[in-house]
């Protein structure tokens, strides 16, 4: 369920009419709904609560905008992030420290030292090397790095290739196999408080079968690691519940989750901790965009809107399906291709598809890009930045400012040896 309906002929946002913010903001413009936001935090929430103070951690990286995160941190969530830009946000939005959860393959010690200096919750390390990292860093510092070790379990997510963690020829996590070895290795540095185990083997899962055979090999390797002496308190599940791009699609529901997560852990006996990421944004924001004109072509017209690949990216990087809806449709449909003014023939947001029959000046929007839109956002072919607007009730604000080519410009310089 989400605030996008037609009312009175038109989509509106909550209770404004899109109309309105194109008209105020000008497109393309992403527009989140606060009172969708609440609800998916919720929902997702209620979904566990067969469990023990599950910690709530969100995917920052799927919406990162100031906005969204204070929503978040007032709905008690903390938050997973995957850089030092990424844990300066989570703490602007007032999230505890202790609730941060910093993961990623890539962390430097100048972000480690960061994550120490605010005392945030938990590293999820990646790797031997990171934890030997990690460890001589915090004992520099004279601190003890909270730590889970992130774990490969070379399950097949069955989900698009480029955002599958969990197999082990994917970059992420140390292998289940050597995991207890460098368990041991690593729980005795000095610096390092190594208290449990974390998984995340892939996004947008549209089944939980591959969840489940993970977690259960995580059970096996908690018993194996308690079984050498360590005590883990800790297991960090990760995100990765897929969501419907198309009505009638059916995903599993938080509530399903929650239920196999409750019967795969209910001997653990840790404190369980969850990344979700798209669940809670992906159908609580559009982007808005404007037909600037249809193109004949042989097979079917080019719809030619004002957002392109540089705002919404998901398209061109997964193949992945954005409903296009008419702000204001008259009934009728129309068989087209849609494509951004973007110069590749990548920057096309769907090829022979049916839709609401659209001309030139009509308004249209791209559903459940509220997770991984804006934020992956660029400025190719020179274009501005995506601007974000949340709606709450009858009122919106934007929410971060379009960034105008000038201003990109303006922070480049030419050498003079080049005058
Ligand atoms: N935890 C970790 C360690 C992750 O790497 C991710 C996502 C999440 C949690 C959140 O996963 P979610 O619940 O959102 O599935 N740009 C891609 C998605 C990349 C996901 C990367 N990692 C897309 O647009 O589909």
Request: proline letters at 6%; one cysteine or more; charged letters at 25%.
């Amino acid at each position: 369920m989400d605030h996008f309906q037609l009312k009175n002929g038109e989509i509106y946002a909550e209770d404004v009419p899109l109309t309105r913010i194109a008209q105020e903001v000008a497109s393309p413009v992403y527009i989140y709904s606060r009172a969708t936001l609440e609800r998916h935090a919720r929902v997702f929430r209620d979904g566990l609560s067969k469990l023990d103070n599950p910690h709530l951690a969100f995917a920052i990286k799927a919406n990162p905008n100031l906005a969204v995160l204070k929503i978040m941190a007032n709905e008690g969530y903390g938050a997973d992030v995957v850089s030092g830009g990424e844990m300066e946000r989570a703490l602007a939005a007032g999230m505890p420290p202790e609730d941060i959860i910093f993961s990623g393959v890539g962390k430097t010690q100048e972000e480690m030292r960061q994550g120490l200096r605010h005392n945030i919750g938990q590293f999820n390390i990646e790797s031997e090397p990171e934890g030997e990292e990690l460890a001589s860093v915090a004992h520099a510092m004279g601190q003890q790095a909270s730590a889970t070790l992130r774990i490969n379990p070379d399950v097949d997510a069955q989900t698009h290739a480029k955002i599958s963690t969990g197999k082990a020829e994917n970059k992420f996590g140390v292998a289940i196999d050597e995991a207890p070895a460098i368990f041991d290795r690593l729980a005795s540095l000095d610096g390092m408080n190594l208290r449990g185990v974390a998984v995340h083997i892939g996004s947008q899962l549209g089944k939980l079968e591959p969840l489940e055979t993970a977690f259960e090999k995580i059970g096996a390797l908690i018993a194996q690691l308690r079984g050498n002496g360590h005590i883990i308190t800790h297991v960090d599940l990760g995100g990765g519940l897929g969501v419907p791009h198309k009505e009638g699609e059916a995903y599993p529901s938080p509530m399903d989750y929650g239920d196999m997560i409750a019967r795969v852990t209910k001997d653990w006996g840790v404190r369980l901790m969850f990344e979700p990421g798209r669940v809670i944004p992906a159908n609580a924001g559009v982007l808005l965009t404007r037909v600037i004109r249809v193109k004949p072509a042989k097979i079917n017209p080019f719809v030619i809107v004002d957002a392109a690949m540089n705002d919404l990216a998901r398209p061109s990087l997964y193949d992945a399906f954005h409903d296009f809806a008419a702000v204001r449709p008259n009934g009728h449909k129309m068989m087209a291709n849609i494509a951004g003014p973007v110069c590749e023939t990548g920057d096309t947001f769907a090829m022979g598809r049916e839709i609401d029959t659209v001309e030139a000046g009509d308004l249209a929007i791209f559903r459940t890009a509220g997770a991984y839109g804006a934020t992956m956002a660029s400025t190719y072919n020179s274009r501005p930045l995506v601007p974000e607007v949340m709606v709450d009730g009858d009122k919106y604000a934007i929410v971060a400012n379009r960034i105008e080519p000038e201003t990109i410009l303006a922070a480049e310089q030419v050498p003079d040896w080049l005058d």
